[in-house]
């Protein structure tokens, strides 16, 4: 048997009505009231100290490491909708061609990339009748 202990069991007080009018709905909240109580002077010294935020600064390192990982292992997000063939005419220029039919927004030396990366071009040149695949967005 233990000398020692600090456990109280709930049914040692309050199963009747003693002198004052407590009745047994009374003495089961307030042995609820000593447990709760006794739960948070046991947590307040991890509230108290620093603990308590390294574990949420642990755990938010977790959370964004995780999202970190998540976003370089997704793969590249292709913007492209769909694809247009075009016959590149006389005197076009991959430049000319990008200006025709880039969207407003993009700079022309980034929609011509993208041409020659949908193209499969290794260099700039083209000549009239090739069928270049430029990206729509």
């Given at each position: 048997?233990?000398?020692?202990?600090t456990?109280?069991?709930i049914?040692?007080?309050?199963?009747?009505?003693?002198?004052?009018?407590?009745?047994?709905?009374?003495?089961?909240?307030?042995?609820?009231?000593?447990?709760?109580?006794?739960?948070?002077?046991?947590l307040?010294?991890?509230?108290?100290?620093?603990?308590?935020?390294?574990?949420?600064?642990?755990?938010?390192?977790?959370?964004?490491?995780?999202?970190?990982?998540?976003?370089?292992?997704?793969?590249?997000?292709?913007l492209a909708?769909?694809?247009?063939?075009?016959?590149?005419?006389?005197?076009?220029?991959?430049?000319?061609?990008?200006?025709?039919?880039?969207?407003?927004n993009?700079?022309?030396a980034?929609?011509?990339?993208?041409?020659?990366?949908?193209?499969?071009?290794?260099?700039?040149?083209?000549?009239?009748?090739?069928?270049?695949?430029?990206?729509?967005?």
């Amino acid at each position: 048997m233990l000398k020692y202990s600090t456990y109280h069991s709930i049914y040692d007080e309050g199963t009747g009505v003693n002198s004052a009018g407590q009745t047994l709905g009374s003495g089961i909240i307030n042995r609820i009231q000593e447990i709760t109580k006794v739960l948070l002077e046991g947590l307040s010294p991890l509230f108290r100290t620093f603990n308590f935020y390294k574990i949420a600064l642990f755990l938010l390192l977790i959370v964004a490491g995780f999202t970190v990982v998540g976003n370089v292992f997704a793969g590249p997000v292709n913007l492209a909708k769909q694809e247009k063939k075009i016959v590149v005419a006389p005197g076009d220029t991959l430049w000319s061609i990008a200006l025709k039919n880039k969207p407003a927004n993009m700079k022309t030396a980034v929609y011509i990339e993208g041409i020659k990366r949908s193209s499969q071009l290794t260099d700039s040149h083209i000549r009239a009748g090739d069928i270049i695949t430029v990206p729509l967005f």
